[in-house]
């Protein structure tokens, strides 16, 4: 007997063309706890390489906000799926900070994003449902389990799922975290398929630990001199790796557990590009779990050297360079058993088990 299962059939994104490289940071001036770094910023800027395996990451032009971002990624996705526009039963935009402007540091919701994506997009059906989903940077794997959910229900057949993000734009100057953060924009069309095998989306967990909340949030410029007002991303580096590592493995094996699928079924990992040696040390973890002591090669594909942690657009991103084989070494063929995770503000983690 046939059953519904929700199936990506069109992945788009869009990467700034404004490369930012180390030397972007060279003038900073850096503050840990109110002083300044007694350290030159060369070494501070190759240290945090080292530790994060960034090199460069992309910021938005002036002239654009979060939004459009998201419409240029949608515009692909629906040009990839090859439907018509006015067929999407809902629209789900993921993001954490709405529309900033330059040099305002204010956020603007309202409209929703994925209202003025629909907007942009000149859809006119009433009945395609535009809203936002804020859940830090694992938003759009939490927007893609929201759609299943309205696919699996029967309410909609297609769902556009976009993550995009403006982290340039709420990033203080003088915090060296904020070389980790750049923008960017991904996004995926989902729709309804019958099946009589498993396919699609097949199984996925996620969890909240509020009480670790403060590891990632907002607050005021390292520099005690700054006094504008203005609040800015603020996230313990530390406790933070030392919390995905402990954490995200064990939801990944809660996801896989439940799909049936073993972990060497997996041909791919799609997880968050925050941090190139964390992710590497969740996946150690993640196989110790099953009692394995390798990880196997070309499993996880990596941009954030050249992309940096553009938090909510990573992973849909990441999925559409990896189809379209912009991403060496990395090919994706059907019947493939793969795993998007992601772990950020909230504290939240998630993770969906996929068969392409």
């Given at each position: 007997?046939n059953?519904l299962?929700s199936?990506?059939?069109?992945t788009g994104?869009y990467?700034p063309?404004?490369?930012?490289?180390g030397q972007h940071?060279i003038?900073n001036?850096?503050?840990?706890?109110?002083?300044k770094?007694?350290k030159?910023n060369?070494?501070?800027i190759?240290?945090?390489?080292?530790?994060t395996?960034?090199?460069?990451r992309?910021?938005i032009?002036?002239?654009l906000?979060?939004y459009?971002m998201?419409?240029?990624?949608?515009?692909s996705?629906?040009s990839?799926a090859g439907i018509?526009?006015?067929?999407?039963d809902?629209?789900i935009?993921?993001h954490?900070?709405?529309?900033v402007?330059?040099?305002?540091?204010r956020?603007?919701?309202l409209?929703s994003?994925?209202a003025k994506?629909k907007?942009?997009?000149k859809?006119?059906?009433?009945?395609?449902v535009?809203?936002?989903?804020?859940?830090?940077?694992p938003?759009w794997?939490?927007?893609m389990?929201q759609?299943?959910y309205?696919i699996?229900?029967?309410?909609a057949?297609k769902?556009l799922v976009i993550?995009?993000?403006?982290l340039?734009?709420?990033?203080?100057?003088?915090?060296?975290d904020?070389?980790?953060?750049s923008?960017g924009?991904?996004a995926t069309?989902l729709?309804?398929?019958a099946?009589?095998?498993p396919?699609?989306?097949i199984?996925?967990k996620?969890q909240?630990y509020?009480?670790?909340a403060?590891?990632?949030t907002?607050g005021c410029?390292?520099?005690?001199?700054?006094?504008?007002g203005?609040?800015?991303i603020k996230m313990n580096g530390?406790?933070?790796?030392?919390?995905?590592?402990?954490t995200?493995p064990?939801?990944v094996?809660?996801?896989l557990?439940?799909?049936?699928i073993?972990?060497?079924?997996?041909?791919?990992?799609?997880?968050?590009?925050?941090?190139?040696?964390?992710?590497?040390?969740?996946?150690?973890?993640?196989?110790?779990l099953?009692?394995?002591d390798t990880?196997p090669e070309?499993l996880v594909?990596?941009?954030?050297?050249?992309?940096?942690n553009?938090?909510v657009?990573t992973?849909?991103t990441?999925?559409?360079?990896?189809?379209n084989?912009?991403?060496?070494?990395y090919?994706v063929e059907?019947?493939?058993y793969?795993?998007?995770?992601?772990?950020g503000?909230?504290?939240?983690?998630?993770?969906?088990?996929?068969?392409?």
């Amino acid at each position: 007997m046939n059953k519904l299962y929700s199936v990506i059939t069109g992945t788009g994104s869009y990467i700034p063309q404004n490369v930012i490289s180390g030397q972007h940071f060279i003038n900073n001036s850096f503050f840990d706890n109110g002083t300044k770094l007694d350290k030159g910023n060369e070494e501070i800027i190759n240290k945090f390489s080292e530790i994060t395996e960034i090199v460069e990451r992309r910021y938005i032009d002036d002239n654009l906000v979060n939004y459009q971002m998201g419409v240029f990624a949608a515009q692909s996705a629906i040009s990839n799926a090859g439907i018509d526009k006015e067929s999407l039963d809902h629209i789900i935009f993921c993001h954490n900070f709405g529309d900033v402007k330059l040099g305002s540091n204010r956020m603007d919701i309202l409209p929703s994003l994925a209202a003025k994506v629909k907007h942009e997009l000149k859809i006119e059906n009433p009945d395609c449902v535009a809203y936002d989903i804020i859940f830090g940077c694992p938003g759009w794997v939490q927007g893609m389990i929201q759609a299943d959910y309205l696919i699996r229900s029967g309410d909609a057949k297609k769902v556009l799922v976009i993550g995009a993000e403006t982290l340039s734009r709420i990033v203080d100057q003088h915090d060296r975290d904020s070389m980790i953060f750049s923008d960017g924009a991904g996004a995926t069309i989902l729709e309804a398929r019958a099946s009589e095998t498993p396919i699609g989306i097949i199984a996925h967990k996620a969890q909240t630990y509020a009480d670790y909340a403060s590891l990632l949030t907002m607050g005021c410029s390292n520099n005690p001199e700054e006094k504008n007002g203005n609040t800015y991303i603020k996230m313990n580096g530390r406790k933070l790796y030392e919390f995905a590592v402990s954490t995200v493995p064990k939801v990944v094996k809660m996801a896989l557990d439940k799909s049936g699928i073993s972990i060497e079924q997996i041909k791919t990992v799609f997880i968050h590009q925050a941090n190139g040696k964390m992710d590497n040390a969740i996946m150690k973890r993640l196989f110790k779990l099953y009692g394995l002591d390798t990880v196997p090669e070309n499993l996880v594909p990596m941009t954030i050297s050249w992309l940096g942690n553009s938090s909510v657009a990573t992973v849909p991103t990441l999925i559409d360079l990896v189809l379209n084989g912009k991403v060496e070494g990395y090919k994706v063929e059907k019947g493939d058993y793969a795993i998007f995770a992601s772990v950020g503000a909230g504290m939240h983690i998630n993770a969906i088990v996929y068969r392409f």
